[in-house]
């Protein structure tokens, strides 16, 4: 067994099954979460969306159609709202004018991601974490948890450039969206639990035997 599935094998033992990890009740609700989430809480997004659809405003045709100055104060919550405003209407604009108002047809375009990517407001976390979540297709997720965890495990660089670090874990890993999904969570819930920013918790963490150096700095990147 690679590195890189014993990590995986070892976080699904200590925090078991991370089933509906990303909730959202359709595609296109996961994809608004997708950009309302960047640089804040998924506790945070999760209020902004559910603002945006207890006004009805969760749709492509009605984020389309809707003046920008109404949906910024319902986003409040998560922060940047006239920066996320802006990029909510560009991915409605897109969902309904490329895609007939269904974001599940990007499934049939033939470089999906780069189409996501050529969005204003979509970068590739966000890009694939649509593809990941809302449209079920094998891209895995990169965040700054990944790059917290794996570089105190001495694996990556904290600057490692995303795609390599993204190949890393689908060259080593089958390619099963459900197990990206799985991994991908495990990853968010080990940060949030134990490989936190501050004062880490590693007693009692069955990754502790594969931290060279377990909370410090400047890790030496190793073979996996």
């Known amino acids: 067994m690679n590195k ?9 033992e200590m925090y078991g099954d991370q089933k509906d990890w ?30 945006l659809i207890a006004e009805g405003l969760d749709t492509p045709q ?14 409040k919550p998560a922060g940047f709202m006239n920066q996320k405003a ?27 991601r780069e189409t996501l990517l050529s969005i204003k407001g979509i970068g590739k976390e966000t890009a694939d974490s649509i593809l990941l979540y809302a449209l ?13 965890i794996f570089s105190r495990l001495g694996i990556i660089y904290k600057k490692t ?3 390599e670090i993204a190949h890393m874990f689908t060259s080593n890993i089958p390619q099963d969206v459900e197990l990206y999904k799985e991994y991908h969570a ?3 819930e080990h940060a949030k639990q134990r490989c936190k920013k501050k ?12 931290c060279p150096l377990q909370t410090t700095e400047g890790h030496r990147k190793q073979n996996i």
């Open 186 to 188: 495990l990853i968010v």
């Open 136 to 148: 079920n297709m094998p891209f895995f997720v990169v965040d700054a948890y990944t790059r917290r």
């Open 161 to 163: 450039p995303y795609d």
């Open 86 to 112: 802006r990029y909510l209407k560009n991915l409605a604009s897109f969902t309904c004018e490329q895609l007939a108002c269904c974001i599940r047809n990007l499934r049939k375009h033939p470089q999906p």
């Open 62 to 75: 009605a984020l389309y159609h809707a003046n920008i100055e109404n949906i910024k104060p319902l986003i």
């Open 22 to 51: 990303w909730p959202g009740e359709t595609a296109f609700h996961i994809a608004i979460g997708a950009i309302l989430t960047q640089n804040t809480t998924w506790t945070s997004a999760y209020k902004a969306l559910q603002n």
């Open 4 to 12: 890189i599935m014993h990590i995986y094998k070892q976080l699904k």
């Open 199 to 210: 004062s880490p918790l590693c007693e009692g963490c069955l990754l502790k035997d594969l």
